[in-house]
Every structure is written in C-alpha cells, then in structure tokens.
C-alpha cells in the first residue's frame, strides 16, 4: 500500500492519495452499493465516506505539519471509508431507524468485519465514530481524526454546502478508468490510466 505523501496539497492529490490507500474498498461493489443510500441532504453514503476520508487526511497532514504527530494514514483512510458502512436507507422511516444515531457503528462494523480485513484502528474508528452519541471514546488518533471529519462533513451536507465535489468527482473518475470504462490515449496510441 502507497505511502505518498504530498508536498503541496490539492484536490488532485488528495484523490490520488485516498485512492491508492483505499483501493480495495473503493473498488469492490460491496462498498459502491454506498452510492445508493443517501446519507445528508443530496450526498450519498459513498460521497460523505469519500468526504470524511478527504477532511481526515487534510486533519493528518495539518497535525503532521503543526506538532509532528505520526498518523497511520492507511488506516485512517479505510476507517473513513468504511465508517458508515451499515447498508440500508436510514429515511425509510421503519421504527428501528428512529435509533440509527446508536445503531449504525455497531451494524457498520459488523459489515465491514464481514467483507474486508480489518486492523485494530479501523475497527476502532468505524466503531466509535458517533462519540460522544455513543459514550465509548475513541482509542486511537487515527478515530478521533475521523470522529471530527465526520462532523464537519455531515454539517457541510446537511447545509448542502459543497466541500468535495471536485474530489469526489476525481475518485469516479478514477473507478471508471480501473473498471475500464475510460482509457487514456497519447499520441502513440498508449494508455496511462495510472498517471491521472
Ligand atoms: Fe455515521
Ligand atoms: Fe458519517
């Protein structure tokens, strides 16, 4: 897995960045059945996952930079990514969604231990994401940097301003071109999906 890390930080690299980290899951149509779900205002659950991955790295880098504080971005951005994994419509008003806000860590994880491997810090993060709504704190950096993204982001949504439109488009992209449904062509009539 990438260990990449850039010097001057864009929605480009941050793309680059949270896909090379986070391949295996962005790929697999387990996670993609995200896009069907709406999570706030007009985002799906895979949009907010790619967002909260997106401000969970900008976090990283910014408490790497000010303090030095060593992150373990691998996990971090898979925590993210998987972190409302729970695979349902949380609005079809059925009874049991009416305690979604307490439920959903525990079914994310459930799901997510289920259909990929999990380390210690992403089950964390996936777990404890909703504190203080659920009272367990988290455990590792790694969940507190994602307890906070996902904050912010679900504010961004529910006031539908845009915070990662331009990422979440690059990440598509990106699917697209792994699933061959796009190809590059240079003049010498070669491909380079893996430059974009
Ligand atoms: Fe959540
Ligand atoms: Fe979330």
Redesign the pocket.
């Known amino acids: 897995m990438g260990v990449f890390v850039p010097r001057h930080i864009t929605e480009y690299r941050l793309a680059k960045d949270l896909f090379t980290r986070g391949r295996d899951i962005i790929l697999s149509s387990d996670a993609l059945e995200m896009k069907q779900f709406t999570?706030h205002g007009t985002s799906s659950v895979f949009e907010?996952?790619v967002s909260?991955a997106k401000f969970s790295l900008l976090f990283s880098y910014f408490l790497e930079k000010t303090i030095h504080l060593k992150v373990d971005r691998d996990s971090l951005v898979r925590g993210a990514l998987l972190?409302?994994y729970f695979l349902y419509d949380w609005h079809d008003r059925r009874p049991e969604r009416r305690i979604h806000g307490f439920t959903h860590p525990g079914i994310a994880l459930h799901n997510a231990d289920r259909d990929f491997e999990l380390n210690d810090i992403e089950r964390d993060i996936i777990g404890k994401?909703m504190f203080p709504l659920t009272v367990v704190p988290p455990r590792y950096r790694e969940s507190v940097i994602v307890c906070l993204a996902?904050k912010w982001?679900?504010l961004c949504e529910t006031f539908r301003i845009d915070v990662s439109s331009y990422l979440i488009y690059r990440v598509n992209y990106r699917i697209a071109l792994a699933n061959g449904e796009l190809r590059i062509i240079h003049g010498n009539g070669d491909t380079a999906a893996e430059n974009i």
Do not use: F, I, L, N
């Open positions: 999570q907010h996952c909260v972190h409302d994401h996902d982001c679900a």
